[in-house]
């Protein structure tokens, strides 16, 4: 069985201001506002980068858990860590074993949707998801639209190399994870708590902000860093030779 890191969501406080900066810093285009997400009281824009997906969304009235979620954090942030798996009922048999609440649960012909509670698995919300006639990069991702290719945009990024989650304790929350997707810890002298995927990892930090636990970093792999360090820039969103601070999550530009 193998799994994948898909796709990131972001929690934003209002959403154009976001979209704008996340298109004139990392050039990326929206594929797809999800009109389903208003029965959670959200609206969003999911944005390809590379085969792999960044989505933002806000919330639209009051008592939504994106709302909630924004305040525990202080502001915007990190959301979800969403993963694509190969075989679902597995994954599904293994949550229960563990005992781990499910925040959402859906299932379509083609599409199958795992989000577990926050409080029981720690760190983020963390989805697992399969795409019946996905297994190819490339082809389909319901998340995204019907076209999301059209939108696909590498001038400056092109793909997600890593989540970043900050916790108090990173050992123990990467060994949360590692036993709900029954992937090994490795890493190495720098960063000890790492979940290798197929195609990215899962990098587990202490906090240093002072925001608490939560998905707290991003690295993309970059093809124009001078464009993205230079529109961060203008933004006021540059925090270092490699880091811009976008919706507050530290985007860290790496190599391919």
């Known amino acids: 069985m193998w799994l994948r890191l898909r796709q990131i969501a972001l929690v934003a406080r209002r959403l154009a201001p976001v979209v704008e900066e996340i298109r004139d810093v990392f050039g990326l285009e929206v594929a797809y506002r999800d009109p389903t997400v208003s029965a ?9 980068v590379g085969r792999q997906f960044l989505e933002v969304v806000a919330p639209v009235r009051e008592g939504t858990a994106a709302g909630r979620y924004l305040e525990r954090r202080g502001g915007d942030g990190g959301y979800m860590v969403i993963l694509q798996c190969d075989e679902h009922a597995p994954r599904k048999r293994r949550v229960g074993e563990l005992g781990i609440r499910k925040a ?8 199958r949707v795992m ?19 996905g297994e190819a990069m490339d082809g389909p991702w319901q ?3 019907p076209d999301w290719r059209s939108a696909v945009r590498t001038g400056v990024v092109s793909g997600i190399a890593a989540a970043e989650l900050q916790t108090p304790g990173p050992a123990a929350l990467a060994r949360r994870w590692s036993e ?8 190495d002298a720098a960063h000890p708590a790492v979940l290798r995927l197929e195609n990215a990892s899962v990098r587990f930090v ?15 792999v970059t093809t124009d860093r001078s464009h993205a360090l230079a529109s961060a820039e203008r933004h006021g969103r540059r925090v270092g030779d490699d880091l811009v601070l976008v919706c507050g999550v530290r985007f860290r530009l790496v190599d391919e």
């Open 180 to 187: 709900i997707l029954e992937v090994a810890i490795g890493g």
């Open 143 to 145: 998340p995204a639209g």
């Open 104 to 111: 959402f649960e859906h299932d379509e012909p083609n599409y």
């Open 115 to 133: 989000q577990l509670h926050p409080r029981d698995t720690g760190g983020s919300f963390l989805e697992i998801d399969e795409q019946v006639g």
């Open 206 to 220: 202490e906090d240093h902000d002072g925001r608490g636990e939560g998905l707290g970093g991003v690295d993309l």
């Open 40 to 48: 959670f009281g959200l609206e969003n824009a999911v944005f390809p």
